[in-house]
């Protein structure tokens, strides 16, 4: 018998496909507890049908190891087909093979740490100036000011424009935003087919961005900067239509789940004052002002234990997407060539065996004791692993160091009562009525 029967004679994973093309897209949606169900009923392997493709969902640490190191060789990475269509042709994260590659180490460059540290100072003016503005605020819903402030920082850092989030292209970038992960319908009051229409604008107008500065001469330095004379091994640089599409994918990483994650962690510190307690007396100790540099931003061990535990427990990210280019079997099951197969970071973020009382919220699991073991089996993954992690996974941090050390240090919150705090889920995580706050300078 050759392998390909062998493969063929194991069963595929257990579950069911439900309807025909639309499958169980509307549930994976707009059910909080799709996945808990599907696990107390298949455990963590089964088999569904979402975005219209027969999909494979791989639960755990282990699962996790096994597709990060077999890319390119069973899998590539692959997106639902609205995400694909409003992320680029030419996008970084639906490219795969030599071309992702060489993609992949030009827009590193933006992430370097000596660029990195370039950023620090527009980060905590920024920061800065929006605690001011908060405070004068009082009361107010936390949510879509987050989504303004990380949007004007990934702005001003990427392609160097002011104040963004008050322009037509803020706009534009929230309804895009709405369309990534919805019914692949193009009509014109659809979310997909509104998302669409806001690409092409957006488009337009980093163009705009684009021609000015090459006009410029090319004299700031920002991303679009570096974007802009970067070379592949071939001495090619990037064309006009793939620029824009890296821009967008960079404006897109900075600034939507960068917002989840600090809307959380404003959320479950405000939930937890034993723990933003221990912050604050972390930050006295140090006592570190702004200009801070990444060496000082790195010493404050507790604040990166919690900032660690708020991605476990509300990952912006929920999981990633594959595609088999060939047969093959994991844990006794067959994988057919050309099905969707998926990682899960929530569900992995749950994993009783790493994580005891796991709903809890506990920085101290991330503990330098305790913290080894969870990264070496793949069991904390926030920001994806392997080939394909997130590029911009130490931006991130950064820029949550920053706000959370320069939040703790001068400023009071509370949360209003009679909200919804119910974490609404697509595109990503963030509390139903937007998390709404009482914050106070010292």
């Known amino acids: 018998m050759n392998e390909k029967s062998d493969l063929q004679s194991l069963p595929l994973p257990p579950g069911d496909f439900a309807l025909p093309f639309i499958g169980e897209t509307?549930?994976?949606?707009?059910?909080?507890?799709?996945?808990?169900?599907?696990?107390?009923?298949?455990?963590?392997?089964?088999?569904?049908?979402?975005?219209?493709?027969?999909?494979?969902?791989?639960?755990?640490?282990?699962?996790?190891?096994?597709?990060?190191?077999?890319e390119n060789q069973y899998v590539v990475s692959t997106w639902p087909k609205t995400t694909k269509v409003l992320l680029g042709k030419t996008s970084l994260s639906v490219k795969n093979g030599d071309f992702h590659t060489s993609r992949r180490k030009i827009l590193a460059q933006a992430f370097q740490p000596r660029v990195l540290a370039t950023y620090l100072p527009t980060i905590e003016t920024?920061?800065?100036n929006y605690l001011k503005k908060w405070a004068t605020l009082g009361e107010f819903t936390w949510y879509p000011e987050l989504r303004n402030y990380t949007f004007d920082i990934a702005t001003k850092l990427f392609v160097g424009?002011?104040?963004?989030?008050?322009?037509?292209?803020?706009?534009?970038?929230?309804?895009?935003?709405?369309?990534?992960?919805?019914?692949?319908?193009?009509?014109p009051w659809t979310k997909f087919g509104k998302a669409l229409k806001c690409r092409e604008e957006?488009?337009?107008?980093?163009?705009?961005?684009v021609k000015q500065r090459q006009k410029e001469g090319n004299v700031k330095s920002d991303a679009l900067s570096l974007l802009l004379t970067a070379e592949d091994e071939n001495g090619d640089r990037l064309t006009l239509e793939e620029l824009k599409d890296q821009v967008l994918l960079l404006?897109?990483?900075?600034?939507?789940?960068?917002?989840?994650?600090?809307?959380?962690?404003?959320?479950?510190?405000?939930?937890?004052?034993?723990?933003?307690?221990?912050?604050?007396?972390?930050?006295?100790?140090?006592?570190?002002?702004?200009?801070?540099?990444?060496?000082?931003?790195?010493?404050?061990?507790?604040?990166?234990?919690?900032?660690?535990?708020?991605?476990?427990?509300?990952?912006?990210?929920g999981g990633g997407f594959r595609q088999a280019i060939q047969d093959f079997s994991y844990q006794g099951y067959h994988i057919p060539k050309g099905w969707t197969v998926q990682y899960q970071i929530a569900q992995t973020h749950?994993?009783?065996?790493?994580?005891?009382?796991?709903?809890?919220?506990d920085p101290d699991r991330f503990s330098p004791e305790n913290s080894v073991e969870k990264q070496k089996?793949?069991?904390?993954?926030?920001?994806?692993?392997?080939?394909?992690?997130?590029?911009?996974?130490?931006?991130?941090?950064?820029?949550?160091?920053?706000?959370?050390?320069?939040?703790?240090?001068?400023?009071?919150?509370?949360?209003?009562?009679?909200?919804?705090?119910?974490?609404?889920?697509?595109?990503t995580p963030h509390?139903?009525?937007?998390?709404?706050?009482?914050?106070?300078?010292?």
């Open 202 to 209: 957006m488009l337009q107008e980093i163009e705009m961005i």
């Open 350 to 361: 749950q994993d009783k065996t790493l994580y005891h009382h796991k709903d809890k919220f």
């Open 251 to 317: 404006l897109f990483a900075g600034h939507e789940t960068l917002t989840s994650a600090i809307a959380s962690f404003c959320l479950l510190t405000a939930q937890h004052p034993e723990v933003l307690a221990k912050i604050r007396q972390e930050q006295k100790t140090l006592n570190y002002q702004p200009p801070f540099s990444l060496e000082q931003l790195k010493e404050m061990t507790y604040l990166e234990q919690v900032l660690k535990e708020v991605l476990r427990l509300i990952p912006p990210v």
């Open 26 to 70: 509307l549930n994976f949606l707009f059910d909080r507890n799709f996945y808990q169900k599907k696990i107390a009923k298949y455990g963590n392997i089964f088999k569904i049908n979402i975005f219209g493709n027969p999909t494979v969902t791989m639960i755990g640490g282990e699962a996790n190891e096994f597709l990060f190191r077999h």
């Open 377 to 427: 089996k793949f069991g904390f993954v926030p920001f994806g692993g392997g080939l394909r992690e997130c590029i911009g996974k130490e931006f991130a941090r950064l820029e949550m160091r920053v706000f959370a050390s320069l939040l703790t240090q001068n400023y009071q919150w509370e949360l209003s009562p009679n909200q919804d705090l119910t974490m609404q889920l697509i595109p």
């Open 161 to 187: 424009v002011d104040n963004c989030s008050q322009t037509r292209l803020c706009h534009l970038f929230e309804e895009w935003c709405e369309g990534l992960f919805s019914i692949p319908v193009d009509l």
């Open 431 to 442: 509390p139903k009525d937007g998390l709404k706050v009482k914050l106070t300078m010292n």
């Open 126 to 128: 920024i920061t800065q």
